[in-house]
């Protein structure tokens, strides 16, 4: 066994100085609109950085992008702070930048639209931000000034991390919708650290803030803007340049997905989720540089040091997240309308809600009780079911089986097997609603340009049918 190279690997920290709050409705606003633990934001880091410093062995940091909340100065300065530990430690640290690092306001054409404010009690307010040209530099104690190799347009790095050992960090923070990638001239730029890197026996890691592969085929269909711009050229360089590895961020989902070429070449694109969202959870990247073997683990924290909660952190990150700030309202539709309405907002529309009050009690109501029998006879699903099976879903909620489901999204590894009945109904019920809109004439494609059927893009969401495993990857270098 060789020299072992361990490295973690975190994202999408979204990082708000406690400088910029107060509680008040505008914050929590905030967080259910953007379904991510904000206030919590700077001890959540804290607990995963305190994990970093007690592994001794740990020698490099890598953080992919959305350092901070919405480019406030303070936020930037706070968070820089933050790594000073890391690196008063010995611990190497790199960054990559992207499109919450800073503000474009609007100005100069600039899609960027984030303003930086600080949340009162009542309203919020205009703080001093960070403009995309002032960001260039503002990380250069950690990558650009360690790097051999810098793209000059985008500022993207190529640096040797460890023995044998580099890290080529993309920096794609365009403007947050048209342009999220490289030029040709940094695509030419990659393919050429990449020679470099093979003609010295050098393992390479990769990374970049936007996905180069969706986490699912429809997010790609629905939301190319959020990819990686280039996604297929880089894929394309990746691959016959023989780079096994990147890492990337930004959809918050915690993802394992392979690319493979016509030729069969390949290699995995490892998104891990934000650290405020979802499960809470980062990379541990362990290389043996003889064997050139290389491990990739899943880390968690299990409290929040710091934050005065009996929650554990997971419950804690869970009850802002979508799925479980829905999981909160539903019953309260159903049974308590003022208390619905005050958790709602700031997450929905409370002036819809109102409008329809009637509507959504009534679907509240509906949502409550609807037991999975009634999806299976909608499937005829009921051939080839045991009676455990049948029993079982005469007693299990529809709305159970669903926010099991949504939970998964962001943390990976969907939960129901084909081999389960709960993907036996959702499965059925996805191809019938096919066959529904296929003899009207309206299949799917009709309504989302390039989908082959609901079923194609359900079945993720149901089963992993990436690399079956989300947490976890053994790969050769």
Known sequence: MGKLFTMYVLTDPHYLSKELWVPGNPIIRRERGDQIALRASPEILDTFFDMILEDKDAEAVLITGDLVNAGEVISHRDFKAQLKKLTSAGKKVFVTTATHDYCGCGEDGDENIFHAVGYGENECYSVEYINRKALYHLYNDYGPDSADSIHDESGSYSAVIGDGVRLIALNDNGNGRSCCGLSDSGFEWVREELKKAKNA?????????????????????????????????????????????????????????????????????????????????????????????????????????????????????????????????????????????????????????????????????????????????????????????????????????????????????????????????????????????????????????????????????????????????????
């Open 201 to 477: 026996g050098e393992c390479v890691f990769l990374a970049v803030h936007h996905p180069v592969l969706p986490p699912w085929d429809i997010y790609k269909l629905v939301a190319s803007f959020e990819m990686f711009g280039g996604s297929d050229k880089l894929c394309a360089i990746m691959c016959e340049e023989g780079a096994p590895l990147i890492f990337t961020g930004h959809t918050h989902v915690h993802n394992i997905r392979k690319y493979t070429d016509t030729e069969g070449r390949f290699f995995y694109d490892v998104s891990t989720t934000a650290l405020c969202a979802a499960k809470g959870m980062m990379r541990k990247v362990e290389l043996d540089t003889e064997t050139r073997r290389c491990s990739i683990t899943s880390v968690g924290i299990e409290k929040i040091k710091g934050l005065d909660t009996p929650l554990s952190a997971f419950e804690y990150i869970y009850g802002l997240n979508f799925t479980g700030l829905l999981q909160k309202l539903v019953p309260l539709a159903a049974h308590d309308w003022n208390a619905f309405i005050a958790d709602a907002d700031g997450f929905l529309s409370t002036e819809k809600l109102e409008k329809h009050r009637l509507a959504v009690k009534a679907a509240a109501v509906i949502a409550q009780n609807l037991k999975m029998s009634v999806p299976a006879r909608f499937a005829k699903k009921y051939n080839g079911l045991t009676k455990e099976e049948i029993k079982k879903l005469r007693s299990v909620r529809v709305i159970d089986c669903a926010f099991v489901i949504m939970r998964h999204v962001f943390r990976g590894n969907a939960p129901y097997t084909p081999d389960t009945v709960e993907y036996k109904v959702f499965n059925g019920v996805c191809e019938k609603a096919d066959k529904i809109l296929n003899a009207v004439h309206k299949p799917i494609g009709s309504f989302i340009k390039g989908a082959s059927s609901i079923a194609e893009i359900a079945r993720p969401f149901l089963y992993n049918n990436r690399t079956g495993n989300d947490d976890n990857l053994e790969l050769d270098m």
